[in-house]
């Protein structure tokens, strides 16, 4: 492994994602959620962690990238001490910050599918934590703190080497699912394991000495909701109120508008670019295809080269065949001659014994008439007999010697010409191989680069699919976003129109005048017959009254449409809030003896 290596950037795509999505959670707005997943990011920027604090964000999600550490150098943990969900799932993370017990709001933890070996002892300290995913991960054993994680209602363990369960886990009495690979586990048996998590915590209780209760008697506590209350002085200090919201709410219609513009205008930029990048690549294409061409006609060029060498090496083979034939003819030819020669010399010979034969018979003619006696005659005979013979039989042996040099020269020649031929037809098959083989890469690289601008082309078309679902996203969200703010303009309004309208009826009501100095005493109950609202206030001026009073901790006040009524006369009033804080309420009867 290198001791040393380049951490790998991220793609243009990832950065854009990861700026689009830092930009869209710091606008005016904004959901309490940071998603900044699938950006291919090796570590958290500090920008993140900036971010969640400075905003407050709630929900932080960082799955499917490369990390392979949460915090980094130059950042705290502290920074995200308000965040409720924390989702790290498909990421490279070996271990957890060894204070991530700081995290107090923390209420869900996904860590599926990472490289943990082991949990932070400080995670017993996270006790609003309700949900913990450590699934598909390398653990071995559960810390002994997880017995501190007292709100927990879901833990999944599956896909790690756990065999055993600290016992801590009987004193969560709020667990109601615990998934986990039964057939692999010691403590507690398989066979409790598979029974579920009711009979593994009861195991468990009983182990430590325990009653079992089922979580459904230990319900959460509620999560926690804003709200206080103020008031405003008469009906002129809430139309002076709603005149100045209305202005506030013009001025974010009009920025609405701004942004509107602006991103119709990114929108228009991305359409010339996604145009852009559609000629680029129908002139890629067109630049494949005249290269597909031009490699096209090369191979052809090539191929009518080499059938033309090869035609010429045939016809230089055929002419050296035709040579070799003609010199064959003419060897036998000259092997014909030597043998005519031969025969001549033979019958030179028979003429040579002819002449002998005569020559003996003048002899003996000669003999007969010089009367020589028969013993000389006898011996001279045998004398020239022999002498004949001898030159006979050395003609003969020249004449054999002859014949078998000219067969041994003929059989020569035709071996020659035979390896020769054979030689010639190896030659030619290596070539017919040759060609052969150069025929079959030439088609092999053809093959191959039909494939590569098949893989450009898809490559292409995904690209572009992609370019157009962003598009289409995009559209998509500017249009969630108008539909959103009509709505609430429509209910602004809505709500507006029928708090003038209930204030203004109040005062044309011309109740009998009632003394200052008399105090009223007013109340309401909403529809679960509670006591939400209370107090007590003074006349102001002719036919005003205006008071404060207390809210009580009733859970359904704000989701009902209320009217305060007067306990002395049975008289109803309007209730008002304003929007400064604290909060603020302002109440107003008409007034009465």
């Known amino acids: 492994m290198p001791l040393f290596f380049r951490k790998k950037k991220p793609s243009d795509d990832a950065r854009k994602r990861l700026e689009y999505q830092m930009c869209l959670a710091k606008e005016a707005g904004a959901d309490d959620t940071l998603d900044i997943s699938k950006c291919e990011l090796s570590e958290v920027p500090y920008g993140a962690f900036a971010t969640c604090k400075v905003l407050q964000k709630k929900v932080l999600i960082i799955h499917t990238n490369n990390l392979t550490s949460l915090v980094p150098k130059s950042c705290s943990l502290l920074s995200l001490v308000t965040v409720k969900v924390l989702d790290l799932h498909d990421n490279q993370l070996a271990s957890l910050p060894a204070d991530i017990g700081q995290l107090a709001s923390l209420q869900v933890l996904n860590l599926e ?52 369960l600290p016992r801590g886990l009987a004193h969560i009495r709020t667990l109601e699912t615990l998934t986990l690979d039964a057939s692999s586990m010691i403590y507690p048996s398989p066979d409790i394991c598979s029974a579920g998590t009711e009979s593994i915590q009861q195991f468990l209780c009983k182990e430590c000495g325990i009653a079992y209760y089922p979580p459904a008697q230990y319900p959460l506590p509620a999560l926690e909701s804003d709200g206080g209350g103020t008031s405003v002085d008469g009906v002129d200090r809430a139309v002076h109120k709603y005149l100045e919201e209305e202005g506030e709410w013009q001025h974010k219609f009009l920025d609405y508008e701004k942004r509107k513009e602006q991103k119709m205008q990114e929108k228009l930029e991305f359409e010339r670019r996604l145009h852009k990048g559609q000629r680029e690549q129908a002139l890629l294409v067109q630049q494949l295809n005249s290269q597909k061409d031009d490699i096209l006609q090369t191979v052809r060029e090539d191929q009518m080269k080499l059938e033309e060498g090869l035609t010429k090496h045939q016809r230089y083979l055929e002419e050296e065949r035709l040579k070799l034939l003609q010199q064959l003819k003419q060897a036998e030819q000259g092997i014909a001659g030597r043998i005519q020669k031969l025969l001549e010399d033979n019958q030179r010979q028979k003429q040579s014994s002819d002449m002998l034969k005569s020559l003996e018979n003048e002899r003996i003619r000669m003999e007969q008439l010089m009367a020589i006696t028969q013993e000389e005659t006898e011996q001279l005979r045998r004398k020239e007999v022999a002498a004949a013979m001898q030159q006979m039989l050395a003609e003969s042996y020249k004449n054999k010697l002859i014949q078998m040099t000219n067969e041994s020269r003929r059989q020569d020649l035709v071996n020659q010409a035979c390896s020769s031929l054979a030689e010639m037809d190896q030659k030619f098959q290596q070539i017919l191989a040759w060609q052969q083989l150069d025929q079959n890469k030439a088609v092999s690289q053809i093959l191959q680069q039909i494939e590569m601008q098949k893989a450009a082309f898809e490559a292409l078309q995904v690209k572009k699919d992609l370019m157009h679902r962003q598009i289409r996203n995009q559209i998509k969200l500017i249009e969630t976003e108008l539909l959103q703010l009509t709505q609430l303009e429509l209910k602004r309004q809505e709500l507006d129109t029928e708090t003038l309208q209930m204030v203004f009826c109040s005062v044309r009501r011309g ?3 009632r003394t200052p100095q008399t105090p009223l005493l007013w109340e309401h109950r909403c529809c679960c017959s509670s006591l939400c609202i209370s107090g007590q206030g003074q006349s102001r001026g002719r036919s005003r009254f205006a008071g404060r009073g207390r809210i009580w901790g009733c859970s359904c006040w704000l989701s009902q449409e209320h009217r305060l009524l007067c306990i002395a006369c049975s008289h109803t009033a309007v209730l008002c809030f304003g929007f400064k804080h604290p909060p603020v309420m302002a109440v107003s009867f008409p007034l009465h003896s």
């Open 113 to 164: 599918r990472n490289l943990l070996k082991c949990l932070p002892q400080s995670i017993g300290d996270l006790a609003q934590l309700q949900m913990l995913n450590v699934k598909g991960n390398k653990l071995k054993d559960l810390p002994a703190t997880v017995s501190g994680m007292r709100s927990l209602r879901a833990l999944d363990v599956s896909g790690n080497v756990v065999v055993e």
């Open 511 to 513: 109740l009998p005048p």
